[in-house]
């Protein structure tokens, strides 16, 4: 079955609404911001800059840190900012998006648009000039990836959505590797699918506590046509991938020992969190039971350390 979610309007648009009065300059700059989504550029980085030092074998040099991390950060607000200009329809209908900046009006979709180009300009040619061609090849492929394979073709139409557009989202642990190496190995590329498989368990949490929100407006997200218990069983396949290839890391990159214990301990916990909800999911769509949310920040947690120990193992074990 297809599923065809509302088209965004026009950027000209003559009904659009329009703010009645102009918003305060401080609010006008935290809506910019807020375009970017920085909580997200907060992820984003956690794969990114522990990369750097997993490549580097220890600390990397602290000016291509630096000119990764604005990169990164402008490509990833890019990215974000003009997944807002396309949602904004869905986004003022949905209870986690309504405040974002566009549907408050405070910033049109025309000054949005420009701004998200504007800062994937600057992104590539800041990695392409301060890091390498390879670096922002990669980070313009995923904005590009991001924008046109998951928020116009996928998020709308498939409940593979989040699967196959979270690949996205996968790049900055090759952005990190090529920055320090200039070329691509088999290390990163066990990164990226830790990632991969992280993706649907992470987002599928968030999705059943907003699952309402999501079929209001026709983005078929697993939680919204499946039974929890589904989404539950789901979660914990896709966890058990993903603390296996975490693991594979060990022998592929030949870490000392701090990362396979880190990512062992991690990933029990990890696996516990997930059973624990798919079994309070069973013969039963309560949410004050199934608890979602718990999973989704266990989540967060799972990946940051993950990732701190990636960057830990070559400064303590080498």
Aim: proline share 7%; charged share 15%.
């Amino acid at each position: 079955m297809t599923y065809v979610g509302h088209r965004a309007p026009a950027l000209s648009e003559p009904g659009a609404p329009r703010a009645t009065a102009p918003a305060p300059l401080r609010d006008v700059v935290a809506a910019y911001v807020g375009l970017t989504k920085p909580r997200v550029i907060e992820l984003l980085l956690l794969t990114t800059v522990p990369v750097m030092f997993f490549a580097a074998g220890g600390v990397p040099d602290l000016r291509l840190v630096l000119a990764t991390v604005v990169g990164g950060t402008l490509s990833a607000g890019s990215a974000s900012a003009l997944n807002c200009v396309y949602d904004r329809d869905i986004d003022e209908q949905m209870r986690r998006t309504r405040r974002r900046a566009i549907p408050r009006h405070i910033v049109t979709p025309r000054a949005a648009l420009t701004f998200g180009v504007v800062l994937g300009v600057l992104a590539t040619a800041i990695l392409y000039v301060w890091v390498n061609p390879l670096s922002a090849v990669l980070s313009l492929v995923a904005e590009c990836f991001y924008l046109f394979v998951y928020t116009m073709l996928l998020k709308r139409r498939t409940t593979q959505n989040i699967v196959w557009g979270g690949l996205a989202g996968c790049f900055p642990a090759l952005i990190g590797w090529t920055a320090v190496t200039d070329e691509l190995a088999w290390t990163p590329v066990v990164l990226f699918l830790v990632v991969f498989f992280w993706t649907p368990p992470h987002t599928w949490a968030l999705a059943l506590r907003y699952r309402e929100d999501y079929a209001g407006v026709d983005v078929p997200m697993l939680p919204v046509v499946a039974p929890a218990e589904v989404v539950g069983r789901q979660i914990v396949l896709y966890s058990w991938v993903m603390v296996a290839t975490s693991l594979l890391l060990w022998p592929v990159a030949h870490t000392g020992w701090v990362y396979p214990v880190v990512a062992v301990g991690l990933g029990a916990v990890f696996l516990v969190q997930a059973h624990r909800m798919w079994s309070r999911s069973r013969g039963t769509e309560d949410l004050g039971v199934i608890k979602p949310m718990t999973l989704f920040h266990a989540s967060n947690l799972y990946l940051s350390l993950l990732f701190v120990a990636v960057a830990l193992d070559p400064l303590l074990t080498r």
